[in-house]
């Protein structure tokens, strides 16, 4: 069967996400939960103006989900470990016909992080492909949507931090998840990047992934962090990653256009230097759901790159920080389902 997985900026039919629920991730005390709930509920109102929501709710939370989202989105009750959709939701692909089809990812927390609680997430990416009416296509690599980043013509970016992860997959070398990227995306090309954001191997990170890093506006342009500040640890993560995405080309064989993201003013948090990046944005269909992080010059510099990358689209900022201060940001609670073709 031929697969291939569409660009974010193809059209789409709805965004999968997850209601928060009550664990460490959320937060211990109720101002944090609060804070949580709220967050979720803000990015899942900002893109249903461009798409329609579907809301994976586990059973415990969805007196409160009904609540707070009225009538704005679809819920759907389901046991839910971790609510960071993109990981634990499948990943959506056209087969040969234009027809949906959606892949099935081992979970596994992100590497077995001892907050992780996946076996209910498991089950998440067949629950959600039998309510989209699609067939699962089942892969045996332990990986999450937010380690993978597609261009839509034949190119996938990878970090080799995640993929390669011996608490993912360690028996696996570069070919045999080049030969998966193949198989169950369409990817001809891959691009490895050494590894990903300094604050995303904390304790709520996930080791690198690359969605918080890069990510593909159109074909043969890449939009990356730019980590300015010198004394801040991803000044240096930045730097290399530029240098790589510079040198390199694509499926189709075009040098890629490296379009620098910068980062915002903060640099620190309680816990140390903070990886707030623009780059975890979604497209959806004539939006762009960005991430701000309360700094007027800073996020509307990134919502002009952001408008000028997307032409046509209107840029929505909404505060990130209660998503990073969780681990993610926009990009890591949502996942599009491309529209089919044909």
């Known amino acids: 069967m031929t697969l291939t997985m569409p660009a974010e900026t193809e059209p789409q039919d709805r965004v999968w996400m997850a209601f928060p629920r009550e664990g460490a991730t959320l937060g211990t005390t109720s101002a944090a939960r609060d804070e949580g709930y709220a967050a979720w509920s803000t990015v899942a109102r900002a893109v249903a103006e461009f798409a329609p929501v579907a809301m994976i709710v586990d059973p415990s939370e969805t007196t409160r989900a009904r609540r707070m ?4 989105v679809e819920l759907y009750e389901h046991p839910l470990g971790e609510f960071w959709l993109r990981d634990s939701g499948p990943t959506f692909v056209h087969d040969a016909d234009g027809r949906l089809a959606a892949v099935d990812w081992i979970v596994n927390g992100g590497g077995g992080a001892d907050w992780a609680s ?3 997430d498991n089950a998440l ?3 959600i492909a039998g309510l989209a009416g699609v067939p699962v296509i089942r892969s ?4 999450e949507g937010g380690g993978i980043h597609v261009d839509g013509e034949g190119t996938v970016l990878l970090t080799q931090t995640v993929q390669l992860d011996p608490g993912r997959n360690p028996l696996a ?3 045999r998840i080049e030969a998966e990227m193949a198989r169950t995306l369409g990817a001809r090309k891959a691009i490895w990047l050494p590894r990903g954001l300094t604050r995303d191997y904390d304790t709520f990170g996930t080791r690198g992934h690359v969605d918080i890093v890069a990510t593909f506006p159109a074909p043969g342009r890449v939009l990356v962090h730019d980590q300015r500040n010198p004394d801040h640890p991803d000044h240096l993560v930045s730097a290399e990653v530029r240098a790589i995405l510079s040198q390199e080309t694509d499926a189709q064989g075009r040098a890629l256009e490296v379009i620098p993201l910068p980062a915002p003013e903060a640099q620190t948090d309680a816990h140390g230097f903070v990886d707030y ?3 975890n944005h979604l497209v959806c269909n004539s939006g762009v759901i960005a991430c701000a992080f309360g700094e007027l010059a800073a996020d509307s510099r990134a919502a002009a790159i952001l408008a000028e990358a997307y032409p046509g689209r209107r840029v929505v900022p909404v505060d990130a920080r ?3 201060a969780r681990g993610g940001g926009i990009h890591c609670i949502t996942q599009q389902q491309p529209r089919a073709r044909g």
């Open 277 to 279: 990046s623009y780059v």
């Open 118 to 120: 996946p076996t209910s």
């Open 322 to 324: 209660p998503l990073f």
């Open 125 to 127: 990416a067949a629950f």
């Open 140 to 143: 045996l690599l332990v990986n």
């Open 173 to 175: 070398d570069r070919a």
């Open 69 to 72: 989202l009225g009538g704005a």
